[in-house]
């Protein structure tokens, strides 16, 4: 089943957003199971030692006398100096039993009167102080005497900023993997959009030359009108009987097309000769293969089309013509389409004789097994004969000859699909 474009983005889209929801909650999920424990340590603010995770200077930054006594303002600062994050901090200072606090900042403060002390907790935007980083808060205490805070207590939660950051980066290497594969996509979905287009654009071409050499071959011999049609076609379907690939079997149809397009070279009079051709005549059409083949010469993007125009008339055994090639050394696009020739030959009515019926054929046809024809391409021929295949291809051309305009060839007939049917 092909999936449309629309679905495949879709589901391009809701890919992605699965996995940004799943590595989000698996972010969430590695954080809560890596909190290492509840930290409930006092720091000193003389210096820290070589051992403490996270330690706090003060700085007494300025000392008024007031009515009340000394009010000083105090600045503080924690450093996290571990590998851990620490969530949800409070921070406990001790101050005299006549001191009030006065103002803060950088923190929300509460003054404690039963322990006698301050207890600062984060704001909105300092809820963690991560690894290597540091916050700052200050107060402004009012006491009798002028004093200076010698140690501090810091409780909260460390959490592992190894785990969590190892799950940043596999959140980052997922995006880029992710960006790489959509960016591919669009380049792959463009530049399949723009070769699709040449491809159209070559088929038009190829059709456009086809349909000439076809008219022209047709209105040299009318009695075979629709006949290089009918040998594509049937050479088309052998190829496809083979297991050949979609490009070969392409390829072979144009070779059909055009396997006598040397006969624009055969004068006329004598091209539809009713009587018994002379030396000197038959000569002259067997040279359409040859005059095929210089046609053709430059018509080198479709593989075997000049070969097959060339070789056609080759015989299995060597006795065939211009050259004489014997066996698997006659190109095999040839040897298809003379066999597919031959039989339609057969089965047409010529201005020199009515057509043979179908069992004289068929007795015609394995008769020149392994003499005129290749033995493995001669069963095909013979199934189709047998499976209805043929009379299909007659119908259809019919149909072309009663009107002209439809026998030209168009796209349907030539990108994998002939006579309307999808391979």
Known sequence: MK?????????????????????????????????SSAYDETVSLTGARLSDEFYSSVSRAATWKSVSGYSSQFDFEIYNTGKSN????????????????ENYWGSEAVYDSERQCVLLRPTYYNNIIYSGENIAFGIIVNSNE??????????????????????????????????IV???????????????????????????????????????????RGHSRRVAMYAAE????????????????????????????VPDAVLNKPGKLSDEERKLIQNHTVAGGKMLLQLSSLRGVRETALYHHERYDGTGYPDGLKGDIIPLYARIVGVAD????????????????????????????????DPSIVKY????????????????????????ERFHLTEDDIPGVYMGFQQ
């Open 381 to 404: 021929m013979v199934d189709m004969i047998n499976d209805g295949y043929v009379n299909v291809v007659k119908m259809e051309t019919a149909e072309a000859d009663e009107n002209h």
């Open 182 to 224: 959509f960016v591919g996509l669009l380049v792959t979905r463009v530049n399949v959009r723009n070769y699709k287009e040449r491809q159209r654009n070559d088929v038009k071409i190829i059709l456009q030359s086809m349909n000439t050499f076809i008219n022209f071959i047709d209105a040299k011999d009318p009695y075979t």
């Open 238 to 265: 052998i190829a496809k009987r083979m297991g050949l690939s979609e490009d070969e079997i392409q390829n072979i149809y144009y070779a059909g097309l055009l396997h006598d397009a040397g006969k624009i070279s």
């Open 342 to 373: 031959s039989y339609d030959a057969m089965s047409s009515n010529r201005v020199y004789r009515r057509h043979l019926n179908k069992d004289e054929i068929i007795e015609e046809i394995q008769k020149g097994s392994g003499t005129q024809f």
């Open 86 to 101: 620490l969530s949800n901090w409070i921070v406990e200072i001790d101050l005299p039993s006549d001191a009030t606090l």
């Open 3 to 35: 999936l449309s474009k629309t679905t495949k983005l879709v589901t391009v889209f809701l890919s992605l957003f699965v996995i940004l929801v799943v590595t989000y909650y698996t972010l969430e999920i590695v954080a809560r199971n890596y909190v």
């Open 146 to 179: 002028v004093f200076t805070p010698t140690e501090i207590g810091i409780k909260g939660y460390k959490i592992s900023s190894e785990m969590t950051d190892i799950a940043k980066q596999v959140i980052l290497i997922l995006l880029m993997v992710w960006f």
